[in-house]
């Protein structure tokens, strides 16, 4: 390792970083633009809130946000990281570049006027959105939404590299050309979808795969992503069954989500929310699998006939796919007494004809 390499660092034997001390992977980015002369600023400056443009905070795109905690905050402590604004022709107005929360907030508690700083005098856009950009990463965050709305953003001054490598780490996301492609098809649904995402129920995966749907087919899946609490794991597999039946029968995705037994699903009232996504979860692989979903029914109804669904404590599972030999025997014990009984009525079970019949190959 060169002299180079080890500049910076603190010593290896002082794992106390020193004041003032950022790992270079961890530095902002430099705000100067290229062919400007651009200062931050480092005057504060107090801004009647009267004068500040709330409205059209472009910038700042929090999705509903919670002001309850920063509004206690500001009233226990007051402001520590003043907002950010933009002055407007002519001087007398301000637009928000980063910190509408906070304003809000001040204006909440009945505050006349907020600590500001103020962008140099002629800052260019792409300086505004690094500023929000850079300010909210080591803050608060952001959303999906906000993520897939700053990409579609940054690409408005750089190219698709230079976003991924450079700007992907300050939304919190990995400098992967597919998660911005993705973040990209994102940027493009519909307002509804953009919602389900900044509450945080959509996955950028489903999101990406939704953006491959025609507005049919999105309608027509909004009632299912919309009403039941899935997953990601269970997004895609919604989606890409849907998308496999889509394929294999020659229609479309809203076709299939049309179908009477999966908007039953929906609508079941007897159901658990729970109860109503492995319903349709079900449902939906008996139409993918048929074959093998009447096997998996057929098993487990043989099963229920010759007692062994009668305790939870033991669970017989059929080889994977129903093909192999292997048969899987899954036992829940507490000590040697209850593994002993329990032993002793698999024992008696598997004694039966029927089940030498139901694990004959």
Same mark, same amino acid.
């Given at each position: 390792?060169?002299?180079?390499?080890?500049?910076?660092?603190?010593?290896r034997?002082d794992?106390?970083?020193?004041?003032?001390y950022?790992?270079?992977?961890?530095?902002?980015?430099?705000?100067?633009?290229?062919?400007?002369?651009?200062?931050?600023?480092?005057?504060?400056?107090?801004?009647p $809130?009267?004068?500040?443009?709330?409205?059209?905070?472009?910038?700042?795109?929090?999705?509903?946000?919670?002001?309850?905690?920063?509004?206690?905050?500001l009233?226990?402590?007051?402001?520590?990281?003043?907002?950010?604004?933009?002055?407007?022709?002519?001087? #007398?107005?301000? #637009?928000?570049?980063?910190?509408?929360?906070?304003?809000?907030a001040?204006?909440?508690?009945?505050?006349?006027?907020?600590?500001?700083?103020?962008?140099?005098?002629?800052?260019?856009?792409?300086y505004?959105?690094?500023?929000?950009?850079?300010?909210?990463?080591?803050?608060?965050?952001?959303?999906?939404?906000?993520?897939?709305?700053?990409?579609?953003?940054?690409?408005?001054?750089?190219?698709?590299?230079?976003?991924?490598?450079?700007?992907?780490?300050?939304?919190?996301?990995?400098?992967?050309?597919?998660?911005?492609?993705?973040?990209?098809?994102?940027?493009?649904?519909?307002?509804?979808?953009q919602?389900?995402?900044?509450?945080?129920?959509?996955?950028?995966?489903a999101?990406?795969? $939704?953006a491959?749907?025609?507005?049919?087919?999105?309608?027509?899946?909004?009632p299912?992503?919309?009403?039941?609490?899935?997953?990601?794991?269970?997004?895609?597999?919604?989606?890409?069954?849907v998308?496999?039946?889509?394929?294999?029968e020659?229609?479309?995705?809203?076709?299939?989500?049309?179908?009477?037994?999966?908007?039953?699903?929906?609508?079941?009232?007897?159901?658990t929310?729970?109860e109503?996504?492995?319903a349709?979860?079900?449902?939906?692989y008996?139409?993918?699998?048929?074959?093998?979903?009447?096997?998996?029914?057929?098993?487990?109804?043989?099963?229920?006939?010759l007692?062994?669904?009668?305790?939870?404590?033991?669970?017989?599972?059929?080889?994977?796919?129903?093909?192999?030999?292997?048969?899987?025997?899954?036992?829940?014990?507490?000590n040697?007494?209850?593994? #002993?009984?329990?032993?002793?009525?698999?024992?008696r079970?598997t004694? #039966?004809e029927?089940?030498?019949?139901?694990?004959?190959?």
């Amino acid at each position: 390792m060169g002299e180079g390499a080890l500049a910076g660092r603190p010593h290896r034997l002082d794992r106390r970083p020193r004041l003032g001390y950022i790992h270079p992977r961890r530095r902002p980015p430099n705000l100067a633009v290229p062919g400007r002369n651009v200062t931050i600023p480092n005057r504060l400056q107090e801004v009647p $809130l009267a004068q500040i443009d709330l409205a059209e905070t472009a910038l700042e795109m929090a999705a509903a946000p919670a002001l309850d905690r920063l509004a206690a905050s500001l009233r226990e402590v007051g402001l520590i990281n003043p907002p950010w604004l933009r002055p407007q022709p002519g001087g #007398q107005r301000f #637009q928000v570049v980063t910190g509408a929360r906070r304003i809000k907030a001040a204006a909440d508690l009945g505050w006349q006027e907020i600590t500001v700083r103020l962008t140099p005098e002629g800052a260019p856009d792409f300086y505004c959105l690094l500023v929000h950009l850079i300010d909210n990463a080591f803050t608060r965050g952001f959303n999906l939404r906000e993520q897939a709305a700053l990409v579609a953003r940054l690409l408005s001054h750089c190219d698709r590299e230079t976003v991924a490598a450079r700007y992907l780490p300050y939304l919190g996301l990995p400098p992967s050309q597919a998660i911005l492609e993705r973040l990209i098809k994102t940027a493009g649904l519909e307002t509804p979808w953009q919602q389900l995402a900044a509450s945080g129920r959509l996955a950028l995966t489903a999101a990406a795969r $939704l953006a491959d749907w025609d507005p049919e087919a999105r309608a027509a899946a909004w009632p299912f992503l919309d009403s039941l609490r899935l997953s990601q794991s269970k997004q895609e597999e919604l989606l890409d069954q849907v998308a496999l039946l889509a394929r294999r029968e020659g229609i479309s995705p809203a076709a299939v989500l049309a179908r009477d037994e999966l908007r039953r699903a929906l609508t079941d009232s007897d159901r658990t929310p729970q109860e109503r996504v492995e319903a349709l979860r079900r449902r939906l692989y008996a139409q993918v699998y048929p074959r093998l979903s009447a096997a998996r029914v057929a098993f487990e109804t043989a099963l229920a006939r010759l007692g062994w669904k009668r305790t939870p404590r033991f669970r017989l599972h059929p080889p994977a796919v129903f093909e192999g030999p292997d048969f899987n025997l899954e036992i829940k014990f507490r000590n040697a007494l209850e593994l #002993q009984e329990l032993l002793g009525e698999i024992n008696r079970l598997t004694r #039966q004809e029927d089940f030498a019949d139901l694990t004959r190959g």
